[in-house]
């Protein structure tokens, strides 16, 4: 397990609280575990905002991508800064 900077994760686990429950943990596994490998596929030591945002833009089923969009600009993740939403519609 990674360590990751503290505001993000802060950000992160508010942001999970507000998945709906029959999808949260799933959405937590798969997130954190996608978030990890960015930061390390960046040779980074810990897990920042962008690899949040990168994870969470790589494996979004199409009917949750508008919530997840929401979610993260309404949680304080900003996803543009890092060039997303890409090739999709908000």
Do not use: C
Request: proline share 4%; net charge positive.
């Amino acid at each position: 397990m990674m360590i990751w900077e503290t505001g993000t994760e802060n950000k992160f686990r508010i942001l999970i609280s507000k998945i709906p429950l029959f999808h949260r943990h799933i959405t937590e596994e798969v997130v954190r575990r996608r978030a990890e490998e960015s930061a390390f596929g960046r040779k980074s030591d810990r897990v920042q905002e962008e690899d949040v945002v990168a994870a969470f833009f790589s494996d979004v089923p199409s009917p949750f991508y508008s919530m997840m969009v929401r979610l993260l600009g309404q949680n304080g993740f900003d996803y543009k800064k890092y060039g997303f939403p890409k090739n999709r519609q908000e």
